[in-house]
């Protein structure tokens, strides 16, 4: 690229709202390496972009994508710059969802399917392509005896988490329930629906991943979920304050002053118990503590020693007695 070409503020709008090709997005990259100047005009224009639309990108139609990309084969150039780029990865990411809509109807449709359903316990299982996957009580899972074309896709109902292996021609895609996917290249994240069945969270505990529906995507980064609200159809953000809701599959949970209330709801979710509080002002007691890998008696034992209360175990359910609050 010319040192003297300019990139107007229509096309940067263009990208940032999901609508530029590839190439125009790689021009934009270019230019933005050119000069910290240039650097500084991108940022305020993608700030301003941000705080516009909550950090939405409209998704570029798969099949205008997948058709100006087969035109254009032909006459691209190789275009050396650095990888990686916001940028860059932008535009990979809408190359990988045209080419995935189209290997899914061409290879996917016809492949033998293999299904896993977990109604009272909490399975852990291995895909084809050693991606390791926890699926927790009351869920569904359904994917292809063997990975085949140019994506790897699922389809999942209630909670799974995943520890996706890397393979870089091959992205790996999460339908949830016909309304939503995530597509992956290696990372590990859960994915759910809350109780309220309102929306569709994904949080992300390693890595990037994307999100998106037929007209917006979302990228979520390590720490963060990614929430798809069923009602209005529209993708958000939000900070992820703690990985305890995922110990069904992590086994870890780290308590930092945590009311007890809410150490028994992350415990009950996880160890698919219920708990009773003998006494209200118990739920108000704080806890400090962490575990991996223990058995719910042994953390049991250090709440009651720590928060100096009483417990009983009946069948499913744990009863909370006593004064408590050292």
């Avoid at 995935?100 to 316990?121: K, M």
């Avoid at 990975?147 to 109902?157: D, H, N, Q, W, Y």
């Avoid at 979302?218 to 209005?232: H, K, N, V």
Wanted: charged letters at 25%; proline letters at 2%; one cysteine or more.
């Amino acid at each position: 690229m010319n040192e003297e070409e300019r990139i107007d503020d229509e096309l940067i709008g263009r990208f940032l709202a999901g609508e530029a090709t590839p190439e125009d997005a790689i021009r934009i990259s270019d230019w933005i390496d050119l000069s910290p100047e240039n650097k500084l005009s991108f940022n305020k224009l993608e700030m301003a972009y941000a705080l516009k639309d909550q950090k939405l990108f409209k998704a570029a139609d798969q099949t205008e994508v997948w058709q100006s990309i087969s035109e254009g084969i032909s006459t691209q150039k190789t275009v050396y710059s650095p990888l990686f780029t916001p940028l860059r990865i932008a535009a990979s990411i809408m190359i990988l969802c045209s080419i995935a809509a189209v290997a899914y109807f061409l290879t996917n449709g016809t492949e033998e399917q293999l299904s896993q359903i977990s109604n009272d316990e909490i399975f852990t299982l291995s895909l084809p392509d050693r991606t390791s996957v926890v699926l927790n009580k009351e869920s569904k899972l359904v994917y292809p005896k063997e990975f085949k074309g140019t994506v790897r896709e699922i389809k999942l109902s209630g909670e799974a988490f995943f520890d996706v292996t890397h393979h870089s021609d091959q992205p790996f895609v999460i339908n949830y329930d016909d309304e939503v996917s995530i597509k992956v290249l290696g990372t590990a994240f859960n994915v759910r629906q809350p109780e309220d069945h309102a929306s569709i969270e994904t949080h992300v505990t390693r890595g990037k991943v994307m999100m998106y529906d037929k007209s917006s995507s979302l990228i979520i980064e390590e720490g963060w979920i990614g929430i798809y609200d069923r009602s209005t159809k529209k993708l958000s953000l939000k900070k992820a304050l703690t990985e305890n809701e995922l110990g069904y599959a992590t086994h870890t949970f780290v308590f930092e002053d945590t009311s007890l209330k809410q150490v028994t709801d992350n415990l009950g979710s996880s160890f698919g118990v219920s708990f009773v509080f003998d006494n209200e002002k118990l739920k108000d007691c704080r806890l400090t503590s962490s575990y991996q890998n223990k058995q719910l008696n042994f953390i049991l034992d250090v709440i009651a020693e720590s928060l100096n209360v009483e417990y009983k175990i009946k069948g499913n359910t744990v009863f909370f007695s006593g004064n408590g609050c050292l």
